[in-house]
């Protein structure tokens, strides 16, 4: 009987412990406090040279056309071509965020205009496209983008300098053709696009007086 006794009384002080007993066993415990998360950053520059070759970086609305960002002989080649002439056009960039990117090139022709013709364009056209067909109206029918040949090379942030294509290309050719860094550009780094442009000595008369009109974009793009 004292066995049976003991036991219910073990049995009830289990069913105590386990209903509404505590443990004391040791413990320790940490906090950390202020858990920040924060984006990164992506924020394309463009860098000029002011008159005393002092590089600064620019956004929008500040990213000027070529014939502003160049003077002097680099603007004769914008504004007065000619065959055979040929020149190096390098704009910097730079990744003024934190995340790395991959830098992109996109270049739409907007107009291609004959303005007008004089004497010796208005026979090379008849001789191209036959008496009574030459584009000398003022808009449209332009032969100049057809005849200025590109070159796009990129110069990573080590110096190196790295083809985007194999060969020439016209700048009509390259209208709405997206054409991309081969590398990364990281947080804080810069880089160079570096645009070769040049007509050929061949291309004679039929490009008098034309005019052509690109747009530009460049673009940084999370990798």
């Known amino acids: 009987m004292k066995k049976i006794l003991m036991s219910l009384l073990?049995?009830?002080?289990?069913?105590?412990?386990?209903?509404?007993?505590?443990?004391?066993?040791?413990?320790?415990?940490?906090?950390?406090?202020?858990?920040?998360?924060?984006?990164?950053?992506?924020?394309?520059?463009?860098?000029?040279?002011?008159?005393?070759?002092?590089?600064?970086?620019?956004?929008?609305?500040?990213?000027?056309?070529?014939?502003?960002?160049?003077?002097?002989?680099?603007?004769?080649?914008?504004?007065?071509?000619?065959?055979?002439d040929s020149a190096t056009i390098p704009v910097l960039i730079m990744n003024g965020g934190t995340i790395a990117g991959v830098a992109d090139f996109h270049l739409t022709v907007t107009d291609n205009d004959d303005n007008y013709c004089n004497e010796p364009e208005l026979a090379a056209e008849e001789a191209a496209y036959s008496v009574g067909n030459a584009t000398c109206g003022p808009t449209g029918g332009g032969e100049l983008g057809a005849n200025i040949d590109v070159v796009i090379k990129y110069k990573d942030s080590t110096g190196a300098i790295r083809d985007i294509y194999t060969g020439t290309r016209t700048l009509?050719?390259?209208?709405?053709?997206?054409?991309?860094?081969?590398?990364?550009?990281?947080?804080?780094?810069?880089?160079e696009w570096l645009i070769t442009v040049s007509i050929d000595s061949g291309v004679g008369n039929i490009i008098q007086s034309d005019s052509v009109v690109c747009d530009v974009e460049f673009s940084l793009n999370q990798s």
Do not use: H, Q, R
């Not at 289990?14 to 415990?29: E, I, K, N, R």
């Not at 202020?34 to 070759?53: E, Q």
């Not at 009509?172 to 590398?183: E, F, G, H």
């Open 172 to 191: 009509d050719y390259l209208s709405c053709k997206n054409l991309v860094a081969p590398v990364k550009l990281a947080g804080g780094d810069w880089a």
């Open 10 to 84: 073990v049995i009830a002080l289990a069913v105590a412990v386990v209903a509404g007993g505590t443990m004391a066993y040791f413990s320790d415990t940490e906090t950390s406090s202020g858990n920040t998360f924060t984006a990164g950053t992506i924020d394309l520059k463009i860098g000029l040279f002011d008159g005393a070759d002092n590089l600064y970086w620019v956004d929008d609305p500040d990213v000027p056309n070529v014939n502003t960002y160049l003077d002097g002989v680099w603007n004769e080649l914008v504004n007065n071509l000619k065959p055979g």
